[in-house]
């Protein structure tokens, strides 16, 4: 069974660094691209960065590109969301997805950032 | 980017009755794969976003066939044949043809 398990979220304060991770289990971790994808209190679904199986590949978001940085290690099943420059925009939910042929078809129970002062 | 619309923005649906949501793109999600990269997932209440339908209209593992999904190039939509109450929650579109993925707003499903 696939499980998806993200950490690493909390309180920060804006300008700080974080970084969440998310554990993957009950599949070939390193046959999969992976996604981050999150949610704004109350508001719906954003895609945030994506990252192949291998790790040579990534993308983002307009709106995170320069300040985040996806990737993963296949040794360890996890993947990783490094987060720089925080603002209070990114308070959110991130959620951790599985990509398959069927796009996202397992998501993590999601791991809550808020950037406060 | 691609901009994902739909409609309604919330429905109020009687047990056993249908519901049909509807979403529009901005440009075709037909690739020259010939497939078209739409897909629709539901997020019920306090739990994450789980898939329903894949490419357009194949109805992902476990997912009852109460749901059908339908429609091509810039127009789709989302049926429920027959409401029920686990059914609540919100749904949303999703194009996977170009980058930035995209989602819909998101349809708020409740009941009578």
């Known amino acids: 069974e696939v499980h998806l398990v993200e950490s690493g979220g909390g309180l920060v304060q804006p300008g700080v660094s974080l970084r969440v991770s998310c554990a993957a289990s009950?599949?070939?971790?390193?046959?999969?691209?992976m996604h981050w994808v999150r949610q704004a209190p109350g508001k719906g679904l954003v895609w945030v960065s994506r990252?192949?199986?291998?790790?040579?590949?990534?993308n983002y978001a307009d709106s995170v590109k320069g300040r985040f940085t996806i990737s993963r290690d296949n040794a360890k099943n996890t993947l990783y969301l490094q987060m720089n420059s925080l603002r209070a925009e990114d308070t959110a939910v991130y959620y951790c997805?599985?990509?398959?042929?069927?796009?996202?078809?397992?998501w993590g129970q999601g791991t809550l950032l808020t950037v406060s002062s | 980017d691609i901009v994902m619309t739909q409609t309604p923005l919330s429905l109020s649906v009687t047990p056993g009755q249908p519901a049909s949501i509807s979403c529009k793109s901005s440009?075709?999600?037909?690739?020259?794969?010939?497939?078209?990269?739409l897909y629709w997932y539901l997020q019920k209440p306090g739990h994450s976003p789980q898939l329903l339908i894949y490419e357009v209209s194949s109805r992902f593992s476990g997912v009852p066939d109460r749901f059908s999904g339908s429609g091509s190039g810039t127009d789709f939509t989302l049926k429920i044949s027959r409401v029920e109450a686990d059914d609540v929650g919100v749904y949303y579109c999703?194009?996977?043809?170009?980058?930035?993925?995209?989602f819909g707003g998101g349809t708020k499903v409740e009941i009578k």
């Open positions: 997805v599985k990509d398959s042929v069927y796009s996202f078809d397992y």
């Open positions: 440009q075709s999600l037909l690739n020259s794969d010939g497939k078209t990269y």
């Open positions: 990252i192949s199986g291998d790790g040579s590949t990534t």
């Open positions: 009950g599949f070939t971790f390193r046959s999969y691209w």
């Open positions: 999703m194009q996977g043809i170009n980058l930035p993925l995209t």
